[in-house]
């Protein structure tokens, strides 16, 4: 169980220097100018090296569709063995397919390919795992672990206050950027050649596109069947082999109709697991204890206190690449922990109904679009409007970030770049897609699922052990949805049409039928109770002053609770509080 690091420089001795040099036992890839070595201090799927038709590669790669892949390689006139290993396959598909092979692939993967002179990095379709990337002294170095960049001595990075306003603005960074400086991150669905001499060619093998018809939506049935299959799929290669089911049950819609096709599928029991956060407090424990007994689940609920949070949330901060903004970090740490104890080694979760077919949190972008005036003293572009209505620290950064900093972040890039390829694509772009929904989806899926929701399962499951898979995410169900209608997946009122209605006959019509609420956190309760202390003595230290990040006098009013908190989840006082701990654990 570990990460990997592969470097690439002018020499092999070199190389093996410079991952040395962060903290991991070189070895020499059999490629002139390449180390590599697994970095053992940190949980992970990491394999190899692997080696195929003259290949080397390291990688962190599970696939569920192993006959597919196979089968393509057996046509090819090149089968692979029986036996080998998931990144293995991959190699192998690699070398044989090329960006056919890996988009043929279905599962979650980072591969570092020696190819020649050069490096290639290979991420999968939706981000479900990360890999890293750096420049310095005429080399190169790659790593699912950011802390192991951090540790290259050559690269001398620091805090990236970029990205610093990137994650203030959405909760999690939203695209190549790090807080790194220096340090980037392949983006989904491509491939990276990285060349000797610093230069960087990037293809995409697997971008969502939109396919629609040209009549209008007529019988939606078609559709709806259509989704009902590759839910069924989706959710039936996830599955662990002969062992039961674990899967994280909210009691919404999308965690439901996972639990409900998982006890349809799997010839093992199925166990799913729900967060209390004490009495008294808002739960959906009524909705998620309905869905366990209408599916016949071993349930388990648990307790998951303010004081809990308070005394590991430095730790969950620590576990992620990337500071998430999320209060559920915690709890999902406790559930993968409790999963882990019950001896399983995979768990379901119902992450992607919202990016994928259209949550709640779009109505605001599309109640702006109908009511445009362009040219209106109030109008402002779609990219903008975007960032306001995400309701974190983008409206407060002018009295949140110091006069220092703002003077620093003028001349850098907008955070608005990373939404306006997928809102306002010009007629040539290949993120181009016509309906708003689309677009707001599209964005969704690129920046928040890859980005934030994805990455965090994983670092959270794997250090404890356990992989989290998510079937919304499926690539196969995601095409699918950018060729519904968007009328049958916005429906009226009714968000997420189509999905509720191809599993209804699975659930209770109390569960497919109640409105969105998320996981009511409570995190005011938690911010003015067990957490108070600790966010005081964080943020109003001296560390924290010197780094000239934020002005304490809006700090100490947000700890009053005055200003602008929010009154439930991705408060804006816990996104500092987030990065403060993540820039602790970082050394930065």
Not at 32 to 53: N, Q, S
Request: charged share 20%.
């Amino acid at each position: 169980m570990a990460r990997f690091c592969v470097c690439l420089a002018p020499t092999t001795r070199q190389a093996c220097d410079h991952v040395e040099a962060m903290g991991v036992a070189a070895a020499a890839a059999g490629v002139p100018g390449a180390g590599l070595g697994l970095v053992a201090g940190e949980t992970g799927r990491a394999g190899g090296p692997f080696t195929a038709h003259g290949l080397s590669a390291m990688g962190e790669v599970t696939l569920h569709n192993r006959p597919v892949l196979q089968a393509a390689l057996r046509a090819e006139g090149a089968p692979a063995p029986a036996h080998c290993s998931d990144g293995e396959l991959l190699l192998r598909c690699w070398a044989r397919l090329g960006e056919a092979g890996v988009a043929l692939a279905e599962g979650m993967f980072a591969l570092a390919v020696l190819e020649g002179a050069g490096l290639v990095l290979v991420r999968d379709h939706v981000g479900a795992r990360t890999v890293f990337y750096a420049r310095a002294a005429g080399a190169w170095a790659a790593s699912t672990s950011l802390r192991t960049l951090r540790h290259w001595p050559a690269l001398g990075t620091s805090m990236n206050l970029a990205a610093v306003r990137s994650f203030l603005t959405f909760a999690y960074l939203p695209g190549e950027e790090t807080l790194l400086r220096g340090v980037r991150e392949v983006l989904p669905g491509r491939v990276l050649r990285l060349a000797p001499d610093g230069g960087v060619t990037e293809s995409v093998f697997w971008e969502p596109r939109e396919h629609l018809g040209q009549e209008g939506p007529q019988d939606p049935t078609p559709h709806v069947l259509a989704l009902r299959s590759h839910l069924e799929a989706a959710t039936a290669i996830r599955l662990p082999e002969a062992e039961p089911a674990a899967v994280l049950l909210s009691g919404g819609v999308d965690s439901s109709l996972v639990t409900a096709l998982a006890a349809k599928l799997h010839s093992h029991p199925v166990h799913t697991y729900s967060i209390s956060f004490g009495d008294g407090l808002p739960n959906e424990l009524g909705y998620s204890g309905l869905v366990a007994a209408h599916c016949h689940t071993r349930h388990r609920v648990l307790s998951v206190s303010g004081e809990a949070v308070a005394s590991r949330l430095a730790e969950a901060a620590a576990l992620l690449d990337s500071p998430v903004g999320d209060p559920l970090t915690v709890p999902n740490l406790m559930l993968a922990e409790a999963v882990a104890a019950d001896g399983a080694s995979v768990v379901l979760n119902g992450e992607g109904g919202d990016p994928v077919f259209g949550g709640p949190k779009n109505l605001p972008m599309l109640v702006q679009e109908m009511h445009r005036e362009t040219g209106a003293p109030w109008d402002e572009d779609r990219a903008t409007a975007y960032l306001r209505a995400y309701r974190k620290c983008w409206t407060d950064l002018p009295g949140l970030l110091t006069a220092r900093a703002l003077d620093a972040l003028r001349d850098e890039p907008v955070p608005q770049r990373f939404v306006e390829p997928y809102l306002t694509p010009g007629p040539g772009s290949p993120h181009r897609m016509d309906g708003l929904l689309n677009q707001l989806l599209h964005c969704n899926l690129r920046t928040k699922g890859a980005h934030h929701i994805l990455t965090k399962v994983e670092r959270l499951t794997a250090s404890q052990g356990i992989e989290g898979r998510s079937p919304l995410f499926d690539r196969r169900v995601i095409d699918h949805a950018f060729a519904t209608p968007p009328e049958y997946k916005l429906r009226g009122a009714a968000e997420k049409w189509i999905l509720k209605e191809a599993v209804r006959d699975l659930l209770p019509g109390t569960v497919v039928d109640r409105p969105k609420s998320g996981m009511r956190v409570p995190v005011q309760q938690w911010l003015a109770g067990p957490l108070r202390d600790l966010a005081g003595d964080l943020l109003l230290s001296g560390q924290s002053a010197g780094r000239g990040l934020f002005r304490p006098a809006t700090i100490r009013t947000w700890m009053k609770g005055e200003g602008t908190l929010l009154p439930r989840q991705g408060g804006k006082l816990w996104l500092v509080l987030t990065l403060e701990l993540w820039l602790r654990s970082y050394g930065l």
